[in-house]
């Protein structure tokens, strides 16, 4: 696999663009097509209930809406076109529930999607949820203050033997070199019929050894820590520079309402997560 055509979520705000600034990097590094997506959000109609308040005023919004998508794609295109990158500036205005699934249906043609730790407009949890879910292709989440196209000296794998686990994988072998230190994360493994070997990570690490990468398999305890918090307890002492795991073991309904592993990773970690499903 080859990162040959990258999306990016294209916000106008400080942490927006310090993303683009890193994505023009990632996409040169890679030699590949960036597409920079940038989404306004339709108002919501309230006026069905306020009956003195005229209609055209709503399509006044939208336009208006529209307007200013378009306005922040010719800025982007503006600053884009200063780059030494092929790329391409999309700009859509959509009501905030649809913003999800415009974004995945983006995501579905490139080989990966950048994503912010979060963005102004709150939708960042719907546009990952769903970019995940839908485009059958990998998220890249990018706390601010990194550099993505100095990723992968030491990634380090999150392994439970799951098929999303597994998907990650593949997913990051454009990250994965013979230079770079793989480091093979397990915590409290336990050997199941339908998951570990009689070795837990023995197997994973003998595929990845084969395909001329430096393995180590980390299994630890997690002492009563929740996974993220040991989880990045571990990346941070080992020096990892990406992470990489699959999405939403559980539901994204129990996550969403208790909270879970995938959440918390993506809302604390201080280094970027490739996930995949």
Known sequence: MVFKTVLVYAEESDEGAE???????????????????TIGLQPIQPYA????????GYIDDIQAARE???????????????????FEVRGVSLPVGMVGAEFARHARYA???LLPQSNGAGTIHQIFD?????SGHPVLVTPSGVRLNEIGKTVAIGWDASREAVRAIADARPFLTPETDVRVVMFDPRVTIDRHGAEPGADLATMLVRQGLKVSVDTLAR????????FLTHARDVGADLIVTGGYNHSRFSEALFGGATRDLLETSPVPILMSR
């Open 49 to 56: 209930s306020m009956v003195d308040v005229p209609f055209t």
């Open 223 to 230: 002492n009563d820590r929740s996974f993220a918090n040991a």
């Open 130 to 134: 769903a970019t995940l879910f839908e």
């Open 111 to 113: 080989d990966i999607a």
């Open 19 to 37: 993303l683009i600034t890193q994505a023009v990097s990632f996409a040169r590094h890679h030699d590949a097509h960036l597409v920079a997506l």
């Open 68 to 86: 200013s998508v378009k306005e922040t794609a010719e800025r982007l295109d503006a600053k884009l076109s200063t780059e030494a990158i092929s």
